[in-house]
T-cell receptor, first 113, second 114 residues
Framework: GENVEQHPSTLSVQEGDSAVIKCTYS??????FPWYKQELGKRPQLIID?????GEKKDQRIAVTLNKTAKHFSLHITETQPEDSAVYFC????????????FGTGTRLLVSP | NAGVTQTPKFRILKIGQSMTLQCTQD?????MYWYRQDPGMGLKLIYY???????DKGEVPNGYNVSRSTTEDFPLRLELAAPSQTSVYFC?????????????FGSGTQLSVL
């Protein structure tokens, strides 16, 4: 089955710096890659996703890149702000519509003022 | 819309006790899921449902049961609680059609088995 590895497990940056979180997946049939943000004590929320027919997607300060050949995808956050502090989870799925997602183990991002 | 509603928010069980975690959604979503979240381990899929009357096992189904008698409700049953089931449980739903894959999560249930 699918296996998703996520690095780093923790990431500390200064406000205004960029942050990059990387994930690798094992199943070349996976075609959907979302990123979820979970603030302390809150529920996970989708922040951005990408499909296998796209190499990059941006949404304001957040971007995701996908390298299908190498089977890895990354989350890029520019101009980080303290409110970006949270745990970020990557995930991969072979299906669209119905989501049998396999999640990474999460990255705790701390943005210091 | 209330979205996805889970109850209870917290619960302490003794080993061997049973309980049901309730989950209901008012978005008319076809797909519903139960995940557990252990510290440092991400989210693991326990069970899922693609519609009323249809359920299937996820990655970690042992010790749990589910039912889906209506589109809105997807309860998770623990029959004989064990310490290994101490975790945070999240219910989620998604519309699932037309490329709408976004998962909507409930607020979670913190369960401790002692």
């Amino acid at each position: 089955g699918e296996n998703v590895e996520q690095h780093p497990s923790t990431l500390s940056v200064q406000e205004g710096d960029s942050a990059v979180i990387k994930c690798t997946y094992s199943d070349s049939a996976s075609n959907y890659f979302p990123w979820y943000k979970q603030e302390l004590g809150k529920r996970p929320q989708l922040i951005i996703d990408i499909r296998s027919n796209v190499g990059e997607k941006k949404d304001q300060r957040i971007a995701v890149t996908l390298n299908k050949t190498a089977k890895h995808f990354s989350l890029h956050i520019t101009e980080t702000q303290p409110e970006d502090s949270a745990v970020y989870f990557c995930a991969a799925s072979m299906n669209t519509g119905f989501q049998k997602l396999v999640f990474g183990t999460g990255t705790r991002l701390l943005v210091s003022p | 819309n209330a979205g996805v509603t889970q109850t209870p928010k917290f619960r302490i069980l003794k080993i061997g006790q049973s309980m049901t975690l309730q989950c209901t959604q008012d978005m008319n979503h076809n797909y519903m899921y139960w995940y557990r979240q252990d510290p440092g381990m991400g989210l693991k899929l326990i069970y899922y449902s693609v519609g009323a009357g249809i359920t299937d096992k996820g990655e970690v189904p042992n010790g749990y049961n589910v039912s889906r008698s209506t589109t809105e409700d997807f309860p998770l049953r623990l029959e004989l609680a064990a310490p290994s089931q101490t975790s945070v449980y999240f219910c989620a739903s998604s519309y699932g059609q037309g490329g709408t894959e976004k998962l909507f999560f409930g607020s979670g249930t913190q369960l401790s088995v002692l």
